[in-house]
């Protein structure tokens, strides 16, 4: 059984297999895309379909998002490996899927927010993602993720007098 080492206690093989592969994807395309491509696909699938879930509000609206967001990124593929971090292409990918379908609750946090900040917090308090994982599925280093977590909470709060 494959297991991501970066991420410990999440299997990467758990949701998203050859099955699911050719179930949204027509299968002259599968043998078009490189193996890098399905492998990134399986690295990601978990996550990218919880990440859609809570920000449609449905599994079967974020299962959707997810598969058109990967869908996406198979046609990009050159260009993703090609960019700093394909995983942060990716990301944006995802997340612009996403915010065709956010739940009204989180449409008002993206009225606040910039989209990366709103999908940090997604990720962490929602998903209850550590800043390791969050910073993995959106691209960045821990360190860069904690950052836009804390200027996301930062511009929450509400603006102090002196």
Do not use: N
């Not at 974020?62 to 990124?73: E, K, N």
């Not at 046609?75 to 971090?85: M, P, T």
């Not at 990366?116 to 910073?135: F, I």
């Amino acid at each position: 059984m494959l297991m991501r080492s970066s991420l410990p206690g999440l299997r990467a093989d758990s949701e998203f297999d050859d099955r699911y592969l050719a179930a949204w994807m027509d299968p002259l395309a599968i043998q078009r895309f490189p193996v890098s491509y399905a492998v990134f696909c399986c690295d990601r699938w978990m996550v990218y379909r919880r990440f859609g879930t809570a920000v449609a509000g449905s599994i079967h609206s974020g299962t959707g998002i997810a598969r058109a967001a990967l869908r996406d990124l198979g046609e990009q593929w050159e260009r993703a490996l090609r960019s700093s971090s394909p995983a942060a292409h990716a990301w944006g990918l995802l997340s612009r899927r996403a915010s065709e379908r956010r739940t009204a609750s989180l449409r008002g946090l993206h009225h606040l927010l910039g989209r990366d900040e709103a999908d940090a917090l997604v990720l962490r308090y929602k998903l209850g993602l550590s800043p390791c994982q969050a910073g993995y599925a959106m691209g960045l280093s821990e360190a860069d993720f904690e950052l836009l977590r804390h200027r996301a909470l930062r511009d929450l709060l509400p603006a102090r007098v002196l």
